[in-house]
């Protein structure tokens, strides 16, 4: 069975980092490329950050740029997203989902989230 | 970074009528298009891909159509479980931008 789960998320203050991390079972990780998408409260789906299968290419939004990181490792099926300057603005519940390496590059499986919380 | 427009933003149908929930790209995405629902509390849900693909498990009453920037899903014969909030998204190029959501409620 396909599973992703998120783990790290808390509360910290603004200017402060969390590492959020994602642990992926029942697939071969590296057939998938993977991306973080938040939500935050009462609003829709943001896309922040993509990494290709091999770690090779990576992508943000514009409002993350220079303060976030996305890595994966391979070997231990698992994705990561290090958050620094966490602003107000970055609270949210941040999902890691999949899309396949080849073809139709869709997020078909998602896990259930981890929150984050910006706070003084 | 393309704009991905829904709308409406909150459309009220009855249970057994049919829903047409629109999604427009700021330029051209060809057919790499994504549907989501999400019910409260719960992840987004893969609906249809490619624009018109259902994914594995989705019933047949939900259908999506479109290419290059215009883009219709519709589900027929609305069931209760159908009430939720849908998401368009390309995945054209990086960054794989949402559309706002269309809240789907009952009438």
């Known amino acids: 069975e396909v599973q992703l789960m998120e783990s790290g998320g808390g509360v910290v203050r603004p200017g402060g980092s969390l590492r959020l991390s994602c642990a992926a079972f029942?697939?071969?990780?590296?057939?998938?490329?993977m991306s973080w998408v938040r939500q935050a409260p009462g609003k829709g789906l943001e896309w922040v950050s993509g990494i290709k299968w091999n770690g090779g290419n990576t992508a943000y939004v514009d409002s993350v740029k220079g303060r976030f990181t996305i890595s994966r490792d391979n070997a231990k099926n698992s994705l990561y997203l290090q958050m620094n300057s966490l602003r107000a603005e970055d609270t949210g519940l941040y999902y890691c989902a999949r899309y396949p390496r080849k073809g139709e590059q869709r997020f078909d499986y998602w896990g259930q989230g981890t929150l984050v919380t910006v706070s003084s | 970074e393309i704009l991905m427009t829904q709308s409406p933003a909150t459309l009220s149908v009855s249970p057994g009528e049919r829903a047409t929930l629109s999604c427009r790209a700021s330029?051209?995405?060809?057919?790499?298009l994504a549907w989501y629902q999400q019910k409260p509390g719960q992840a987004p849900r893969l609906l249809i891909y490619g624009a018109s693909t259902r994914a594995t498990g989705i019933p047949a009453r939900f259908s999506g159509s479109g290419s290059g920037t215009d883009f219709t899903l519709s589900i027929s014969s609305l069931q209760s479980e159908d009430f939720a909030v849908y998401y368009c998204q390309h995945y054209n190029n990086w960054p794989y931008t949402f559309g706002q959501g269309t809240k789907l409620e009952i009438k």
């Open positions: 029942g697939f071969t990780f590296d057939d998938y490329g």
């Open positions: 330029q051209s995405v060809s057919s790499n």
